[in-house]
């Protein structure tokens, strides 16, 4: 069982940044891809970025450009840089976790952007 534990969410400015944070509880490197998604109030979850273990990532045309997904295997780490944020970013933000069939989720994090 891979515990996650997300970091870094809080309060921004339209057009400020954020950078979250995903700790896993053992080594990344066994992990096939994580992924950050996020939830709005009354929203589905959607995917915001992924990242394989061979580092190939993937975003969706609504941040692509202003955010960048990365993972530090040494720390056991992902990241998610999100910059010039929009108020339709405020979600709170998941850590997610791929290990064969097994899927892995954090708490959130909350990213309240204001316009």
């Known amino acids: 069982q891979v515990q996650l534990v997300e970091s870094g969410g809080g309060l921004v400015q339209a057009g400020g940044s954020l950078r979250l944070s995903c700790k896993a509880s053992?080594?990344?490197?066994?992990?096939?891809?994580m992924a950050w998604y996020r939830q709005a109030p009354g929203k589905q979850r959607e995917l915001v970025a992924s990242i394989t273990s061979g580092g190939g990532t993937n975003y969706p045309d609504s941040v692509k450009g202003r955010f960048t997904i990365s993972r530090d295997n040494a720390k056991n780490t992902m990241y998610l840089q999100a910059n010039n944020l929009r108020s339709e970013d405020t979600a709170v933000y998941y850590c997610?976790?791929?290990?064969?069939?097994?899927?892995?989720w954090g708490q959130g994090t909350q990213v309240t952007v204001s316009s």
């Open positions: 053992e080594t990344i490197q066994t992990l096939n891809a």
């Open positions: 997610n976790a791929r290990r064969g069939w097994d899927l892995y």
